[in-house]
């Protein structure tokens, strides 16, 4: 299993940016597909950004498609969500995931909660409009 702790959230204006980072102990984190998930007040989680193994794959919702980037650095165990042109409606607690099965391969439902193994504890984004 791999512990997952998230930062960098906050309370920013629409329109600006800010990163998201997951830091991941325990062994074999390059082997771990990684995930961003989010969840706003009365609705359920939704899929946020995806990235493969080796990095070279990443898949985003349709809604964050071109505003947010997802990236890993295997060295120091660590993802990052980086969001720009943030809107009201990114406001949400933001939840980092890991997971070696199938579930979240390629071609898979990446995009259901329920496919992911190991989650972290979240951290709060509000965007002011």
């Known amino acids: 299993q791999v512990q997952l702790i998230e930062s960098g959230g906050g309370l920013v204006q629409a329109g600006d940016s800010l990163r998201l980072s997951c830091a991941a102990s325990?062994?074999?984190?390059?082997?771990?597909?990684m995930g961003w998930f989010r969840q706003a007040p009365g609705k359920e989680r939704e899929f946020v950004a995806r990235i493969s193994t080796s990095g070279s794959r990443t898949d985003y919702a349709e809604s964050v498609k071109g505003r947010f980037t997802i990236s890993r650095d295997v060295a120091n165990n660590m993802v990052y969500l980086q969001m720009n042109s943030l809107k009201a409606d990114d406001t949400a607690v933001y939840y980092c995931?890991?997971?070696?099965?199938?579930?979240?391969?390629?071609?898979?439902?990446?995009?259901?909660?329920?496919?992911?193994?190991?989650w972290g504890q979240g951290t709060q984004v509000t965007v002011s409009s």
């Open positions: 325990g062994r074999s984190f390059s082997n771990y597909r």
């Open positions: 995931a890991a997971d070696q099965s199938a579930a979240t391969m390629g071609g898979q439902r990446f995009d259901l909660p329920e496919s992911w193994g190991s």
